[in-house]
């Protein structure tokens, strides 16, 4: 990922949200890994922030034309993409009239909410003017909020090592990383998940 890590992280970026595909493109964790790269001088820190920002910028726009272009095709049947479009807009449906922020900033902080939130609101009446900035904010301390992850990592990496070893170290990350996955696979399946949908053919 060194050699061209701010653009790999840019089309993750723009992968995770432009369509459902967030569901198996963990770019908040590809964030952090950049994030310790930059700290250990193999990437630029600007360039990982700027990659983040303009690729999940990008995503959310492609997100929201893709959802207002499709109108209630997407929303529609019983598919697992109608059923995740399905749980966002009960979750958040009545913000979209009173408060923006909460259905569009906020939303793009939470993981895997993030994924379907362009489309969804994307599909209501709110205006891509409106949506902009708040979507703006969003992708900013999302970034932001990973980057800092990276940094804490880094960081608990150096002090976890000095006293239990890299051995130890490794077999905790690995069990956090195992307990991370299966967490997201649960959340993917409640809300129909596309693995267990094929499974289910």
Do not use: K, N
């Not at 109108?71 to 979209?96: D, Q």
């Not at 608990?156 to 990383?177: D, E, K, N, P």
């Amino acid at each position: 990922m060194a050699e061209h890590g701010e653009w790999v992280l840019f089309v993750m970026a723009v992968a995770e949200t432009s369509f459902v595909t967030g569901l198996v493109v963990p770019t908040g964790v590809a964030t952090s890994v950049a994030t310790v790269l930059a700290l250990q001088g193999y990437l630029s820190m600007p360039g990982v922030f700027l990659a983040a920002v303009a690729g999940g910028a990008l995503g959310d726009s492609v997100g929201f034309w893709v959802g207002r272009a499709g109108g209630g095709r997407l929303g529609r049947g019983s598919g697992w993409v109608a059923r995740v479009l399905g749980r966002y807009r009960e979750a958040t449906g009545p913000f979209l009239g009173r408060s923006t922020f909460y259905a569009v900033t906020v939303a793009r902080l939470v993981s895997f909410v993030r994924t379907v939130m362009p489309m969804a609101v994307g599909m209501s009446p709110l205006a891509y003017r409106t949506y902009l900035p708040y979507d703006l904010l969003g992708v900013t301390a999302w970034a932001l909020m990973y980057m800092a992850v990276g940094l804490v990592a880094r960081q608990s990496w150096r002090v976890a090592t000095a006293y239990v070893g890299v051995g130890w170290t490794v077999v905790f990350a690995t069990i956090g990383v195992v307990l991370w996955v299966r967490a997201r696979r649960r959340g993917g399946r409640a809300a129909g998940d596309p693995t267990e949908e094929a499974r289910e053919c």
